[in-house]
């Protein structure tokens, strides 16, 4: 455990000194503070749920750019240190290979996790000194946004370093990484918007559905969150859409799982590299 | 003595190529090694496996009485390992950097600074590793081997990079470390200054250990010849050539020849040189360096292939 926290620091070190920490905080504050007051023009000040607004248009964003943050931050985890030589050094130390791939993940997730608690936070702190009301469901439901982006984030980390464990170079890493963005966050739900449409119902029917959203962890993030309180899906346009069917437990747990799965295969897989 | 590292009949293959073949040898407390070969001999693959971030594929070792691959992590802690061309992170500064190192290896982290001091990195402590020179990162690469007064040291290629003062500082502290029981297995190019740092000398080539003991065993065991370097005085250099007869010589300048002996002959060579009528004004006697050696024992291996010790 204290092997863990020891790389977990050193990461958190790196990334503040590397400048990832504040440039990430910076940009999602910046998204998130124009969307918040850009976002509320077509509602009108007036509106009482100015906060499920701003949930509805900030998930969207996260679904873009938390992934891409993430597998930037951890695509060159494992290769690029091993390139550079500094893994080597690293594992004639006391420590396992899987302490050093949790504690890299502890680290990175903790830089995702804050960038995302200030940045959006700052949105949600403008918005109420501002002078909108925001009753506690609003809340819960944009604790609950927040708390989600940062598991899509580790979903996302955890990806990351699967490739990071498969490939030799860090070009290839970087290459695949941007494949694995592209088919989650744009061709996934474009290619099942046009198996929809040309099988008009025939046979993917309400359960299929459902098992092939939570086969894309965007799309199981977009459910919990656009379907998660009454109010907001209202908003989003998503009442009575299929997450319904499915309960926020499950798309949590859902989401959990593709985090734990990519971790533990790229810790199996690094075990058994050879140097 | 305790035994520290035990190679036994080691052997590592990465596809068709066999890194290390059937490898042997033991490091033993309070002796200082040099394991010499050229690239690509197995000298930094026989190191991995003795740390165990490699598993042999026959044979077995053992660190410190641990089996090193085998994830039980008490041995390492009084390991010091030097990687060659060893790199750091650029974005923490010095001291950061051995603090991390010192943390996993359950030290204080107060005690990195005076062992930056000690490498002569203490004016640059905070400063990044990323404008480090590489004498500097060379520097801290040997900081952190140091860490936790190690039982077992492993260097490879630890002087490239260093100026000649601190190469001097450097074999002081492996000294202190030897001489206090710790055991230094080290590889070099640099021949010449391996020869009076290293209590034994192990040959690799192609994988094979081709030869393993002292310098003096070993040059017992070559036969090479001892060169005598005389310097006749003004005009008596043909006088000096027929002084020494028959002997294998050549001239390296106006007033310098180079005899080679054999080491029985080194005597009589040199009483001769001595000798009342002579025309010999200074002698220098030239042992085989280790450079000869290591050829010697190479070229013979090329013709034996089958020979491993």
Redesign the interface.
């Known amino acids: 455990m204290h ?1 863990i926290l ?1 790389v977990a620091r ?1 990461e958190i ?2 990334g503040l ?2 400048r990832w920490v504040l440039a990430t905080t910076l940009l999602l504050a910046a998204l998130a503070l124009t969307l918040t007051f850009l976002g509320s023009a077509p509602t009108g000040t007036v509106g009482v749920r100015a906060l499920d607004v701003v949930i509805v248009s900030l998930s969207s964003l996260t679904i873009f750019l938390l992934p891409l943050i993430a597998l930037l931050i951890s695509h060159d985890a494992v290769v690029g240190e091993m390139e ?3 893994m ?2 690293l ?6 290979r899987w302490q050093v791939l949790l504690g890299k993940f502890i680290g990175h997730l903790a830089i995702l996790a804050f960038s995302t608690l200030i940045g959006y936070g700052a949105a949600a702190a403008a918005l109420a000194a501002t002078g909108a009301i925001i009753d506690r469901e609003s809340w819960a439901a944009f604790a609950a946004m927040v708390g989600s982006s940062i598991l899509l984030g580790a979903v996302f980390i955890a990806l990351g370093y699967l490739i990071s464990t498969l490939v030799r170079q860090r070009g290839t890493a970087a290459g695949i990484a941007i494949g694995v963005w592209l088919i989650f966050v744009l061709l996934y739900d474009m290619a099942l918007l046009g198996l929809l449409v040309v099988d008009q119902g025939q046979t993917v029917s309400g359960p299929i559905l459902s098992a092939l959203l939570l086969l894309n962890p965007t799309d199981i993030y977009r459910l919990f969150n656009l379907t998660g309180s009454a109010s907001v899906s209202a908003f989003s346009g998503m009442a009575g859409a299929a997450g319904g069917a499915l309960g926020s437990q499950l798309l949590l747990a859902t989401l959990a799982l593709w985090a734990l799965v990519p971790l533990t295969l790229s810790a199996l897989v690094f075990s058994r590299r ?2 | 003595m305790n035994t520290m590292v035990q190679v036994a009949d080691v052997s590592k293959r ?1 596809g068709k190529v066999e890194a290390v073949s059937q490898v042997s040898f033991e490091l033993v407390e309070g002796e200082t090694v040099a394991l010499v070969g050229h690239n690509g001999a197995g000298k930094t693959t026989l190191m ?1 496996l003795i ?1 165990g ?2 598993r042999p594929t026959t044979g077995s070792l053992r660190l410190l009485g641990e089996d090193p691959a085998a ?1 039980e ?2 041995a ?2 009084r ?1 010091g ?1 030097l ?1 060659e ?5 650029a ?2 500064t010095g001291r ?1 950097t051995l603090a ?2 010192a ?3 359950r030290e204080n982290p107060r005690s990195v600074d005076p062992l930056l001091e000690r490498v002569g990195l203490g004016h640059a402590a905070n400063r ?1 590793v990323g404008t480090y020179s590489k004498g500097m990162r060379q520097r801290l ?1 040997l900081a ?1 081997a140091l860490l936790g007064e190690p039982k077992v040291l492993l260097l490879d290629e630890p002087t490239t990079g260093l100026d000649p003062a601190l190469r001097q500082s450097f074999y002081e502290i492996v000294e202190e470390l030897r001489s206090g029981g710790s055991a230094v297995l080290l590889s070099s190019h640099a021949l010449t200054e391996l020869e009076e740092r290293a209590g034994r000398v192990i040959i690799m080539n192609r994988g094979l250990k081709v030869a393993d003991g002292s310098l003096q065993e070993l040059r017992d065991i070559a036969r090479l010849p001892t060169r005598i370097r005389v310097k006749a005085r003004d005009d008596g250099m043909a006088e000096a050539s027929a002084w020494f007869g028959e002997r294998d010589c050549r001239r390296v300048n106006g007033h310098t020849l180079e005899i080679s002996t054999p080491h029985d002959g080194k005597i009589d060579l040199l009483r001769r040189a001595t000798s009342a009528g002579s025309p010999i004004v200074d002698v220098d006697v030239v042992p085989p360096t280790l450079d000869d050696l290591y050829s010697h024992f190479l070229r013979s291996q090329e013709r034996a292939p089958c020979t491993t010790s």
Request: glycine share 8%; net charge positive; charged share 25%.
């Open positions: 092997n020891i050193k070190q790196e000194r590397n550079r030589g500094t080597l050094l594992l004639s130390y006391p420590i396992g050879e140097l | 990465f991995k740390i971030l490699i994830g992590f008490t390492r802690r390991l390992y990687p061309n060893v790199s750091f992170n974005a923490l950061e991390f190192y943390r996993l290896k990044r690469g952190q």
